[in-house]
């Protein structure tokens, strides 16, 4: 866990400016569901605790929905393909099974294979709640999903469109249905 821990540290600089486009939504995205605004200063990413403050990147457990990795060739480099999907079904499950959240936000929600498809395909039960937010059940666990794009091509900074009409308003009802069950 330390290690990486360390190695996800080394992608998100200090400066928001200097962050690659995934981690910037990725922290932005923890930003609003842990009640805030998106924003591209420090402070804002840090949550009070008894303890003192506390990084959003420390309060939150990040899993991948396809454990292996695109090579580059035909198609999106990096998107799963449908086979990957199937293939790391079981290994999804099973990592919800074992973290149990209370929220579970996918970022790829696009055509074809994404992560919208790979958390689809563990889902047993869903209730949608608009577009992008539902209560699923995956097992024993229940859970507010909210499904967005990608923020390295979509949302990632902070001016753009998607993330003020889209991704915070989804992501501010997750936070609300997964405080007020």
Same mark, same amino acid.
Do not use: K
């Given at each position: 866990m330390e290690r990486r821990r360390?190695?996800? &540290?080394?992608?998100?600089?200090?400066?928001? +400016?200097?962050?690659?486009? /995934? #981690?910037? %939504?990725?922290?932005t995205?923890? &930003?609003?569901?842990? %009640? %805030?605004?998106?924003?591209?200063?420090r402070d804002g990413e840090l949550l009070a605790t008894p303890? +003192? *403050?506390?990084?959003?990147?420390?309060?939150?457990? #990040?899993?991948?929905?396809?454990? !292996?990795? &695109?090579?580059?060739?035909?198609?999106r480099e990096?998107?799963?393909?449908?086979? #990957?999907?199937?293939? !790391?079904?079981p290994y999804l499950r099973a990592t919800i099974k074992a973290l149990q959240p209370t929220v579970i936000h996918s970022q790829g929600r696009a055509a074809g294979s994404s992560t919208h498809q790979a958390v689809e395909r563990v889902v047993d039960q869903v209730s949608e709640i608009d577009e992008h937010v539902a209560r699923v059940r995956i097992g024993e666990v229940e859970a507010i999903w909210c499904s967005l794009r990608h923020p390295?091509?979509?949302?990632?900074?902070? +001016? @753009? *469109?998607?993330? /003020?009409?889209?991704?915070?308003?989804?992501?501010?009802?997750?936070? @609300?249905?997964?405080?007020?069950p």
């Open positions: 360390e190695q996800i &540290r080394q992608r998100v600089p200090e400066t928001y +400016g200097q962050r690659n486009q /995934h #981690m910037a %939504g990725v922290t995205a923890l &930003r609003v569901l842990f %009640g %805030g605004e998106p924003g591209a200063d303890d +003192g *403050p506390v990084h959003v990147l420390d309060a939150y457990a #990040m899993a991948n929905s396809v454990l !292996c990795s &695109r090579r580059p060739g035909p198609g990096g998107a799963p393909t449908s086979t #990957m999907i199937s293939n !790391c079904s390295a091509r979509n949302w990632g900074q902070l +001016g @753009r *469109p998607y993330l /003020h009409e889209v991704a915070a308003p989804a992501l501010e009802t997750t936070r @609300r249905l997964a405080l007020d």
